[in-house]
């Protein structure tokens, strides 16, 4: 006989930094099976117990619109609301509160694409993040790829910086769609901010970081060669990471222009040259069943706009590898690797209040078993303390489509406390979880099922889950 | 459940423009008696309208894991004006809103019970047919047949001429330098779709116009979250296709590299695509044509 229960695991080293692990599909749910890759993650500065989150998440009804998660308890407890407009599900999706105010800002590419396959950008807006309405869309264009928002209020204005891979112009991608007061339709405008001859093409990932004093960074791959074939599964970028800064928040003509690079005085410093990568297909055939694309991650400290961290993933021969760096002038110079890291992918970056810095990464391990989801965090950029919040099989589920983690893991930080966001198998069994897990959804973790409201039992899948570390 | 749970009031007004902009389709129908008015299965549940709580005689119409909300109880969101009381009973035609420990939906419409339900396959058979009859009625063309080629579709045809690799030369201004002038080609992206048509021989068209022996139809051979859920073909394959009319293909995403490795096992690229699959919908099997045939004539 199925029996119900919803147990919370923690060990004693989680209790003492107080860490909080939730799988975020509901209960009602329970009988879901999606491939919920990709996850995002907004807590609103404000009021730090709202949050929204994101995946690729199906609405359970189909319909014309797109569901987030949503919790109001400092992410205890998570809804599926379907307030996204994209017809059942997003593409690619990212959030952000503004500094003030509570207001939910998104970037996603919607359904349906174009008519001939193009991505749909879509940049929204809603003032209640609870609300069932459609979000407000503030600006639809054709090609972009990988939109990535922040924001950060300033004078009482909501900026909003949505950094993206434009395929829809010809060579120099890399692109920021800039608004300084993101209340209307047209506050926003296209920032191409590469200026570079390139091999076709940035990205995919263009990232913007954004800092209470008006300071904006952005950080991106600048494709430079290639080598294989992407049919093939074996293209190869070989790319420098760049990083361009506006220390006035985009304003202006030229803006992205005041980090020069010495050697060629162009905008945007070369942070590291000649790095490769791998560009998949697909994730058939790949270790982990993930596709690599690149990784691109960037934070910059609140205490000083001039303090910044960049973490990207290359090859060390056929590892994928990734790599933390970090500036204490603006992007200028640069440390020698702080991380190294093999076998690790999907890696994001956040500094607290006090300085402190986080490193999430989902890393291949145990002969390419387990993906094991590591928050390593440091006071000084030397020292670090490593948290595994998942270990989980890299074998079950078999994915149903690409990506099967997501391009992306996400965290971000609120006063001192980290929050974040990652995807996993979430085969039912506690020892996965080291750090201690709650399922919303109904599990019976002693006999290892999921199971329906019916108790019927449910196949394992890729389910997000939130976490909070206070430090 | 938080039966009984407090309604919040509505503070300030709405954003204009905020809520006209859902477009949300009937999708979750079911019939249900009212049990409690200005009540929510769920604590916290924003200004929506008069809430109430219902519970789920009988569901009519949702997808095959919802039919188990019979015998639940739910929290509606009322948008019409229907006079509701406790012990009233109604078929509800809903939209999703929140799902969490319980479940919230939106009232479209609610109306008289018309007759007793019994089947227990009838709802999810019933929404399936509900979801076919809108993808009948939006396709350009429905054709019967059998595939018997796939190959690149044009669109994946380089506008330049192939590329070696380029290793990198020097530092970044020389390196500038080396890249200065690249053939012009379009960027790739994770979301290629990686065009394929398959050329299809016609037997029968139940919706449409479509005056030849065969028909050349694309579709997305990616797997990405974009595209894995519309239907991959492969020669041999029978049944009911539901095409849309392609636009001129120049501007296609994409799939550079895919042409480059078709090209060299000798394979030429497929005529024009007529037409292109967009919904996991849009490819039904054969004992379906006869059910297809009805929707459409339905649709007409």
Known sequence: MATRTRRTSRTAASTATAVRVVNLIPKSLSYESEQDSEPNLAVNPAQPTQMAASAFTPNPLGGESAPIFLSGDGGRTWRLNASVPSRGETQDITLAFSGRGGTLYAGILSRPPGTRGETRLRILRTSDYRSPAAMTVLRTRLGPDQPFVQAVTIGGRDRVYVGTNDTAVDSRTATVEVA???????????????????????????????????????????????????????????????????DKGG??????????????????????????FPFHSSGEGVPGQQRLGGDL??????????????????????????????????????????????????????????????????????????????????????TWSDLVLAQAPADDPPAQFDPYLGDYAHVLAVGSTFYGIFSASNAPYLEHFPSGVTYQRRVDFANHRLLATDGSVVPTSIDPFFFRVAD | MARGTSVPRRRGRTQAGERAASGAEPTLVFTGTVRELGAATMPDLPHAGALAIVRVDHVVSAPAPLRGLAGQDVTLARGDRTRWAVGDQFTFDTAPWVFGESVALRVLRTSAIAAPHRDAH???????????????????????????????APEEEPPGPTRETRPRAGGPVAHARAVAAPPPRRPISEHDPRWRAATIAVDDVAKGRHGQAQAVVRFPASRDVAWWRVPKLKPGDEGVWLLHRTEPPQRATGGVRAKRTLRAKGRPAAPAAEYQLVHPEDFQPRSQLATVKALAKRSR
Do not use: M
């Not at chain 1, 952005?218 to 506006?246: C, H, K, M, P, Q």
């Not at chain 1, 050697?263 to 942070?271: E, H, I």
């Not at chain 1, 190294?340 to 890393?363: C, M, P």
């Open chain 2, 122 to 152: 009838a709802a999810p058979r019933a929404h399936a047919d509900r979801v076919l009859q809108k993808h009948v009625s939006d396709a350009d063309v429905i054709l019967s047949g059998r595939v018997v080629d796939v190959r690149a």
């Open chain 1, 297 to 382: 991650t960037l934070a910059v400290d609140p205490r000083s706009s001039r303090r910044v961290y960049l973490a990207w993933a290359d090859l060390q021969g056929d590892v994928y590898t990734t790599h933390l760096r970090r500036s204490e002038d603006g992007g200028a110079t640069w440390s020698p690797d702080l991380r190294v890291i093999a076998h690790a992918t999907n890696a994001s970056l956040a500094v607290n209040r006090k300085g402190h810095v986080a490193l999430l990464y989902q890393a291949l391990e145990g002969n390419a078993a387990r993906w094991v989801t590591h928050l390593e965090r440091t006071t000084d950029g030397s």
């Open chain 1, 180 to 246: 300084l007061s993101a209340g209307t339709r047209k506050a926003f405008r296209s920032a191409r901010i590469e200026t570079r001859a390139t091999d076709g093409q940035d990205g995919p990932q263009v990232r913007p970081a954004c800092h209470p004093d008006g300071t904006v960074y952005v950080g991106y791959a600048a494709w430079r060669g290639e080598r294989g074939d992407f049919d093939a599964n074996t293209l190869v970028i070989s790319a420098d990471i760049v990083l361009v800064r506006d």
């Open chain 1, 251 to 276: 304003a202006g003509t030229r803006p992205f222009r005041a980090l020069v690079d010495p050697s060629d005085r162009r905008a945007g410093r070369l942070v590291a040259t000649d790095v490769s």
